[in-house]
């Protein structure tokens, strides 16, 4: 039996540059694992305090916020292609940049302008125009099964990204590097990717491209309003606040800071931590696919709230495990249905608004969530430095991402995407 027959339906349906974007999301992806378990680690061994390096990440992703709606919402006007590759030089950029200073004023300046991901998560302009692309390119029916696989593709990329950054930083102080030497190896890495990322971009075809648009229509006039979303602007608006709110409890146990956590409560080895985030990014990756059966049976917006639920409460229990083995099956358990509502919360939202909105209300839900992250690790800053207090992010975090969902469910039950009406 061929390679062909035994691909889902779904991949069959996959364009030269729907693959192409799928190779893209994988680079960046592993890039951004690879930088999260050791960034925290990075910016403490070149002598910033635990409030510094609060704020360096802070910034770095309001930073983030405003490169994303700049390159996002003129993208269908300048050129898709165009706004990805400067994203990836930007990426690039901040890579270099980090590894060649240690003082915060350009650390903090280098974040702010370039794109970093303390996360391990997405940041910057990329998922938003990829998502656009991909809901252009792909049959409708597909499009959710689709999401899916493109969210387990860098769920399995950030996965092995951990690994490989946290195998990296150890084996090189065995080779008797000093540790910040280490971890500067992989920043390092992280530039590289961002210029193999640019390279990868320049390879998508026009097809990838919006249709142009006759000046005077009512659809230039929309593409030419400041977030391109005219008919969509209250869901859009609405979805934006709820994500920002997810994101801003995300932002309190974001990988980085979940890894170092680990080592402050249990002194856990960065070898270690890279293999503890690469099957926690396995086990959600692998998640994401169910997803898709579950929406097919219960809806989307369902799908979202009551696969989310638990994925929280059990966050919270987290830090109450009295052992490491504990604490880290109870996280393990977590990652295993945290992204079942990711590739739903993405086929939602560009289901919901009119084809002419979707990049920009992409862009704007996804600056609306980096906005929401962007705060909450300098709060982490201030709580890490007190030890009676390194537990509270995971509480936060979790009563806050149960209030989200709850909010979810009674804002859009009723608003259903067209394959589900």
């Given at each position: 039996m061929s390679t062909t027959q035994l691909m889902p339906m779904a991949l069959k349906a996959l364009t030269r540059d729907a693959w192409l974007l799928f190779v893209t999301r994988f680079a960046r992806l592993f890039a951004y694992g690879s930088l999260s378990v050791i960034l925290d680690f990075y910016l403490l061994g070149l002598g910033l305090?635990?409030?510094?390096?609060?704020?360096?990440?802070?910034?770095?992703?309001?930073?983030?916020?405003?490169?994303?709606?700049?390159?996002?919402?003129?993208?269908?006007?300048?050129?898709?292609?165009?706004?990805?590759?400067?994203?990836?030089?930007?990426?690039?950029?901040?890579?270099?940049?980090?590894?060649?200073?240690?003082?915060?004023?350009?650390?903090?300046?280098?974040?702010?302008i370039g794109v970093i991901s303390p996360s391990g998560n997405e940041v910057g302009p990329f998922l938003s125009i990829e998502q656009a692309v991909l809901t252009h390119i792909v049959p409708t029916t597909a499009r959710t099964e689709i999401f899916a696989w493109y969210t387990l593709a860098g769920s399995l990329a950030t996965a092995l990204g951990a690994l490989f950054g946290g195998f990296l930083a150890q084996a090189l102080q065995r080779a008797s590097l000093t540790a910040v030497a280490s971890y500067r190896a992989v920043v390092l890495v992280y530039a590289a990717l961002g210029i193999l990322l640019a390279f990868l971009f320049t390879r998508l075809s026009a097809l990838v491209e919006v249709r142009a648009v006759p000046e005077g229509t009512a659809s230039a006039a929309s593409v030419a309003t400041v977030f391109g979303i005219t008919r969509s602007r209250n869901v859009v608006l609405k979805l934006?606040?709820?994500?920002?709110?997810?994101?801003?409890?995300?932002?309190?146990?974001?990988?980085?800071?979940?890894?170092?956590?680990?080592?402050?409560?249990?002194?856990?080895a960065p070898a270690?931590?890279?293999?503890?985030?690469?099957?926690?990014?396995?086990?959600?990756?692998?998640?994401?696919?169910?997803?898709?059966?579950?929406?097919?049976?219960?809806?989307?917006?369902?799908?979202?709230?009551?696969?989310?639920?638990?994925?929280?409460?059990?966050?919270?229990?987290?830090?109450?495990?009295?052992?490491?083995?504990?604490?880290?099956?109870?996280?393990?358990?977590?990652?295993?249905?945290?992204?079942?509502?990711?590739?739903?919360?993405?086929?939602?939202?560009?289901?919901?608004?009119?084809?002419a909105e979707r990049s920009a209300a992409g862009g704007f839900t996804g600056v609306a969530r980096t906005t929401g992250a962007a705060i909450s690790p300098l709060f982490v800053g201030f709580l890490f430095a007190k030890p009676s207090l390194i537990n509270a992010p995971f509480f936060l975090a979790g009563t806050l991402k149960i209030s989200y969902d709850l909010l979810l469910y009674y804002s859009f039950r009723t608003l259903r995407p067209p394959e589900e009406q």
């Open positions: 305090t635990e409030v510094q390096s609060g704020l360096v990440l802070t910034l770095t992703l309001a930073g983030d916020v405003v490169v994303s709606l700049l390159l996002t919402t003129r993208a269908d006007r300048v050129g898709r292609r165009r706004m990805l590759v400067i994203g990836a030089i930007l990426m690039a950029a901040a890579g270099l940049a980090f590894a060649s200073t240690r003082n915060p004023f350009f650390l903090i300046l280098a974040g702010t934006s606040s709820l994500f920002a709110l997810d994101s801003f409890a995300g932002g309190f146990v974001v990988q980085s800071f979940a890894a170092y956590w680990f080592y402050l409560r249990f002194g856990v270690t931590l890279g293999a503890i985030f690469f099957w926690a990014n396995v086990f959600a990756g692998i998640s994401a696919l169910v997803a898709t059966r579950i929406a097919a049976r219960i809806g989307l917006v369902r799908t979202m709230v009551f696969t989310h639920l638990p994925s929280n409460i059990l966050l919270i229990l987290v830090p109450l495990m009295p052992n490491l083995s504990l604490a880290v099956l109870v996280l393990l358990l977590r990652f295993s249905i945290s992204q079942m509502d990711v590739p739903a919360r993405q086929s939602y939202t560009m289901a919901v608004v009119p084809a």
